[in-house]
């Protein structure tokens, strides 16, 4: 599966985003889909999760401002960024597999990621 992410730009902190995730095949095919973001110089982290079955989880520093969903007719998984921070400046990646591989970011590769810059 082919994943391609997308939307990043600069904001304001306060200010809003929405990245997409464009999937090559049907979502209902993948147990589960991740946001990620990963800053220079540090590891990669996981920022949300949803799971074919809805199934949601948000890791602390993103919870009740970003909100992870998706078009199942667009096959596309999107992560909604609200109140932005300046330490949310990072590249966003997506990725899908297994639950436990999405969790534990446990993929062989990873495609291009889309920058979000949270600047006054």
């Known amino acids: 599966v082919q994943l391609q992410a997308s939307g990043g730009g600069l904001v304001q902190p306060g200010g809003s985003l929405r990245l997409s995730c464009a999937v090559s095949?049907?979502?209902?095919?993948?147990?589960?889909v991740g946001w990620y973001r990963q800053v220079p110089g540090k590891q990669r982290e996981l920022v949300a999760t949803i799971t074919g079955a809805g199934s949601i989880h948000y890791v602390d520093s993103v919870t009740g401002r970003f909100t992870i969903s998706r078009d199942n007719a667009k096959n596309t998984v999107y992560l909604t960024m609200n109140n932005l921070k300046p330490e949310d400046t990072a590249v966003y990646y997506c990725?899908?597999?297994?639950?436990?591989?999405?969790?534990?970011?446990?993929?062989?590769?990873w495609g291009q990621g889309t920058l979000v810059t949270v600047s006054s």
């Open positions: 990725n899908a597999g297994p639950p436990s591989a999405v969790l534990t970011l446990t993929f062989d590769s």
């Open positions: 095949e049907s979502i209902f095919s993948i147990s589960a």
